[in-house]
């Protein structure tokens, strides 16, 4: 039966593709902030290290505001990222909302080409860094968000022992795109919902009259996700050897 239902929806999202469909996507992404205690357990674990928590790094884990994201599509093609970064006062300010939700990464995917990749500088030079394709498990449940019909998936290839990354995908609007790594599905994906994180669709323009033209990133170094991990992984050993 679940074989049966994801044919079908495939089906319809197969139909939908033989049109010419371009978008954006204004996407809502919110954090809950850590409760004291969850602060208290942190600074404790940070003295066993000789590190001190300062109340500059207790008011960033006690404030994250909401930020936008955006995703530009058309059939083939789709660019992610967030908002410009948020002022106060002149100065800016550090978000670690907004880090999460992609900080300064620009997220590239091309159907046609197979390209999947996202802009990154964290290792002190810009990379574009390839991505694991997830493995979804769709299933038969359903709820209508805004004016869209949504199914439900589940990453089960996630790490996330506490709780897997659900997507909420709308076949009525069919392009295999969506937020950060959450894409793949049979149609755009309209909210994503992890622990204690929420990224939700909050405007849906299709066929602007104003073209989609998609930037694609070209400058930096390509690597695979393989090497990425091994880099941060190396990183993070340089510093608690500080």
Known sequence: MKNYFFTL????????????????????VSMESYTKEKIDSIAKN?????VKMDKWMRDILENTPDVKAFLEFNNTESLYFVEDKMQNDGKPTYNVNRTSAGGNDKYYKNTKTGEYFKENSTFGELLLIEIDTKKWEITQESKKIGNYLCYKAIDIASTNRKMKPVVWFTPEIPVSFGPLKFNGLPGLVILVEMSKRTISASEIILNPKDKIIINKPTKGDKITAEEARQRGAAMWKKIEKQ
Not at 13 to 22: A, D, E, R, T, V
């Open 46 to 50: 940070l003295k066993t290290k000789n």
């Open 9 to 28: 929806l495939l089906v319809i999202s197969l139909n939908g593709f033989s049109q010419k469909i371009s978008g954006k996507v204004t996407y809502v």
